[in-house]
């Protein structure tokens, strides 16, 4: 996680939109007052999927739905610690509201005196960074397909005034049939406003981000360029063995396409009109839907096939 550097008012106004408090049982039975009241009894534990900073994710089924779901376990000791219990709080509010078939579901939450437990839709396929690393690269059309598929879920998030923020391989799950999942609304916001906030890994961030001067939803446009990028060549394009360099390729757009592997001209047009440093010329994504590239390639069904 980076550094979060936000004005207090925006805080304020976070907090007052979101209403939500994990930690209070007042506000908790006004804000779920319609939603059904769960506990660890109503499921049964199977094995752990993973790992993350915070707790552990484990398989588990709904007894009464056999519904099976991934259970996140959250030690709230280790969220207070590292003060993100408003960033979860964020995370939960945004991403149970959102209904769309290449976002992971957020089912709903509970909590104990020691942990916090995020029902989660299960992806049952898992990580897309782990076939990354097995591939080294994608083949063009499953890149296509994925980009275009992650291009309408962030019209929608857009459309509902979300912004992602965070996209980046590891924060995309595979479902049972390969489409791809937005997991991890971490970093996330719900903003009518322009945003001035460090957030997300270094690889992504757009210049407006680096150098910390006002952003919108153009902020996820640059990152699924970079993501498109990464597909294709196996590795980000601004990386560097320094911070430092990373951080002045970005700003220059210091954009290099290597002779391999062999990457097709109409993608690296895609690309170049997505990595624009003037955030508002970027390529906006219901017109990428229609670029060449995405239409010569991409799987209409939004799914890849191997
Ligand atoms: P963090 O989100 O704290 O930055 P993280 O993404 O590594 O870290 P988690 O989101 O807690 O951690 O997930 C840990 C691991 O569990 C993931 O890397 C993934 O392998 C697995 N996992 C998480 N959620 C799911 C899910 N919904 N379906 C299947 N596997 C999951
Ligand atoms: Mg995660």
């Not at 779920?32 to 999927?49: M, T, V």
């Not at 437990?117 to 782990?130: D, F, H, N, S, V």
């Amino acid at each position: 996680m980076a550094i979060v550097t936000e004005t207090q008012q925006q805080e304020k106004f976070f907090i007052l939109f979101v209403g939500l408090c994990l930690y209070n049982q007042e506000a908790s039975d006004a804000s779920a007052a319609a939603q059904k009241r769960w506990n660890l009894s109503d499921f049964d534990i199977g094995k752990p999927l993973g790992r993350g900073k915070f707790g552990h994710v484990y398989l588990a089924r709904e007894k009464r739905s056999n519904h099976i779901v991934a259970l996140k376990v959250l030690f709230k000791t280790q969220l207070q610690q590292s003060q993100v219990e408003h960033q979860l709080r964020r995370e939960v509010e945004i991403q149970s509201h959102l209904r769309n078939p290449n976002i992971l579901r957020l089912y709903g939450y509970f909590y104990d005196q020691k942990r916090v437990y995020l029902i989660l839709e299960y992806a049952a396929r898992g990580e897309l960074y782990k076939e990354l690393q097995k591939c080294k690269y994608f083949s063009e059309r499953r890149a296509a397909t994925y980009v275009a598929s992650l291009a309408r879920a962030l019209i929608y998030c857009h459309g509902k005034h979300v912004i992602h923020r965070d996209i980046k391989p590891e924060n995309l799950l595979i479902g049972a049939q390969g489409e791809l999942k937005i997991a991890d609304f971490g970093w996330s916001v719900h903003t009518f406003n322009r945003r001035r906030t460090m957030c997300g890994t270094l690889d992504y961030l757009p210049p407006e981000m680096v150098e910390s001067v006002e952003h919108d939803a153009s902020v996820d446009i640059w990152s699924l360029g970079i993501l498109c990028y990464e597909f294709l060549y196996g590795v980000p394009p601004f990386e560097a063995m320094e911070h430092s360099d990373t951080y002045r390729r970005i700003v220059q757009v210091d954009l290099k396409f290597p002779p391999k592997p062999i990457v097709s001209a109409s993608a690296k047009d895609l690309i170049s009109q997505m990595l624009v440093k003037e955030s508002a010329l970027r390529l906006p994504l219901h017109r990428l839907l229609e670029h060449p590239w995405i239409v010569q390639n991409a799987d209409p069904s939004g799914v890849y096939r191997g």
